[in-house]
């Protein structure tokens, strides 16, 4: 077999994950500040420049590996030229999710593992680039959800996510997977955000609307960031990126 950088990167990953599994079986952890919350409906303002949004209540959401302090979920719209909407609308859905501590399970919701699990089709686009300042850009996962029959969602979507740990900018699972099993060798407590974007208004397997899906998603990452401190612009977009 012909050695390159993938098959390096995947074997030390395969190394990692066995020595994490073989410390946290004779070393359990305990989670940190499992209950903590920190008010994410408050952090992250319901109404910005021509956004306006509907707040999902979600005080009854339960993770049951303990591995999600606090989520958020929200549907923000403003009246657009939208091609897909009789109403004139554009609206897409806002998940933010906050852990405490990542190190109990080493992993975190990725969307195509959960709408794979659900009965839908991923596609995988190449990353989505948003450029927020001057001086400032990020790298964000984008993936196309092909709703199936048979599946629990069956309207199609583009996502578009990244994840934040103590202040760094993640979008490459294998780095991602790589700082949690990290902390969990090392006993660190990282606390941690996955920021996600779904577009879904309409959409069809066709370029201009997926183009479309892109241009709404980076205009309302722009906004919120411009809408956002600058605490708060860190602990969500991170002040270097990985």
């Not at 079986?25 to 956004?51: C, G, M, R, V, Y």
């Not at 999710?97 to 686009?125: I, M, Q």
């Not at 490459?172 to 902390?183: C, P, S, V």
Request: proline share 2%; with cysteine; hydrophobic share 35%.
């Amino acid at each position: 077999m012909k050695i390159n950088k993938s098959n390096i990167r995947d074997m030390t990953l395969v190394i990692l994950i066995l020595a994490v599994t073989l410390y946290v079986f004779s070393n359990p952890i305990n989670k940190q500040s499992a209950q903590e919350k920190i008010n994410l409906t408050e952090a992250i303002p319901p109404f910005f420049k021509d956004w306006r949004s509907k707040t999902y209540d979600m005080s009854d959401y339960n993770d049951q590996w303990q591995s999600i302090n606090e989520i958020l979920v929200r549907t923000y719209s403003k009246n657009g030229i939208s091609s897909s909407s009789e109403s004139g609308l554009i609206r897409l859905n806002f998940i933010l999710e906050y852990s405490s501590d990542l190190r109990k399970n080493f992993s975190f919701h990725f969307p195509e593992n959960c709408h794979r699990a659900s009965g839908n089709e991923v596609d995988f686009f190449e990353p989505l680039e948003i450029k927020l300042t001057t001086n400032k850009s990020i790298k964000a996962k984008c993936l196309y959800i092909k709703g199936m029959e048979n599946s629990t969602e069956k309207n199609d979507k583009v996502v578009v996510y990244w994840l934040a740990i103590d202040n760094k900018q993640y979008y490459q699972t294998f780095y991602i997977k790589l700082n949690q099993m990290l902390a969990g060798l090392l006993k660190k407590s990282n606390r941690g955000f996955l920021i996600r974007f779904d577009y879904y208004d309409g959409l069809e397997y066709k370029e201009e609307n997926i183009k479309k899906a892109k241009e709404v998603i980076s205009f309302f990452i722009k906004d919120l960031y411009n809408t956002l401190d600058d605490e708060k612009r860190k602990a969500l977009f991170g002040v270097e990126s990985i």
